[in-house]
């Protein structure tokens, strides 16, 4: 099945369901759905940052420091955060993430909403990322991602996921800053 087939939940403002459609039409038509963002760290601490396939549905080819996606129907958010994590980082055997915070991400620039309910994990097994969702990956100190951060735009800087960065951005005003420091 194509991911655009996919069927997912339909929510409300207060995340209540209220229906369900194929993934490719509730982004054609703007329908509020459900995600998940993990990150995930290795055993230095430092975060899993990637740049997603081309062929993604919604933002091809941006980085993100988050692994994740969609909750199908029916899905639970901390089920479909350690699917998402395994399939995304190519391992099996996780930790089961540990719930963060909720917000619901609106696009400033169009329809697009969703539930966000952000995660972390330690990941100290080998990745092996899913080739159908990352191109490229690596490990990055919380200092180098917030140089990469902070050149997006600029000339060489990086194009990063917005949903990912507003995540990122309320999870280190939130206080979690190196939530996995020892």
Not at 89 to 111: I, K, N, Q, W
Request: net charge negative.
């Amino acid at each position: 099945m194509s991911p655009a087939d996919e069927i997912i939940d339909i929510v409300d403002e207060n995340d209540h369901v209220v229906g369900q459609a194929p993934r490719g039409e509730a982004y054609a038509r703007g329908l509020r759905h459900r995600c998940v963002f993990i990150l995930a760290r290795d055993a230095d601490d430092r975060v899993f940052v990637h740049r997603r396939t081309a062929t993604k549905l919604v933002f091809p080819s941006h980085h993100d420091m988050f692994v994740g996606g969609v909750v199908g129907a029916g899905e639970t958010y901390d089920d479909a955060a350690l699917r998402e994590a395994e399939e995304e980082l190519g391992v099996r055997g996780l930790p089961r993430p540990r719930p963060l915070f909720s917000f619901l991400y609106e696009a400033g620039d169009g329809p697009m909403s969703w539930w966000s309910r952000v995660y972390d994990v330690r990941c100290v097994l080998p990745v092996s990322p899913q080739a159908e969702e990352i191109d490229w990956h690596t490990f990055l100190t919380e200092e180098e991602l917030g140089r990469r951060l902070a050149e997006r735009g600029g000339d060489g800087g990086w194009l990063w996921t917005p949903d990912g960065v507003a995540a990122y951005e309320r999870l280190r005003g939130a206080g979690f800053r190196g939530v996995f420091q020892k």
